[in-house]
């Protein structure tokens, strides 16, 4: 069974940056798009940014130029380098991977950011 696991929440300042990680725990695991939502109490969970075996990026319009996505070589860890962020990026931020028709989600990890 995949899981995949967050980390690097954290409580920061307005304007610092912070950089989310996420691992697939399974050796066979070869996912073909890796991807980064978050989610504030109350609202749907919202894409924020992607990545492709290919290395093709998509991100959100409210982070584009702020947040980076990126992988390493063979998909089992991908990172959200998140620059310039503002109390509404506060969120907790969701993992998720798809491999063929398998969708995979991570328990989330918390970024809050003080005004």
């Known amino acids: 069974q995949v899981q995949l696991v967050e980390s690097g929440g954290d409580l920061v300042q307005a304007g610092e940056s912070l950089i989310l990680s996420c691992v697939g725990s399974v050796p066979s695991y070869n996912p073909s798009v890796m991807a980064w939502y978050r989610q504030v109490p109350g609202q749907e969970r919202d894409f924020i940014a992607g990545?492709?075996?290919?290395?093709?990026?998509k991100y959100a319009d409210c982070v584009k130029g702020r947040f980076t996505i990126s992988r390493d070589r063979r998909m089992r860890t991908v990172y959200l380098q998140m620059d310039s962020l503002t109390p509404e990026d506060a969120a907790v931020y969701y993992c998720?991977?798809?491999?063929?028709?398998?969708?995979?989600w991570g328990k989330g990890t918390r970024v809050n950011v003080s005004s």
């Open positions: 990545i492709y075996v290919n290395g093709l990026t």
């Open positions: 998720h991977a798809a491999q063929g028709t398998e969708q995979y």
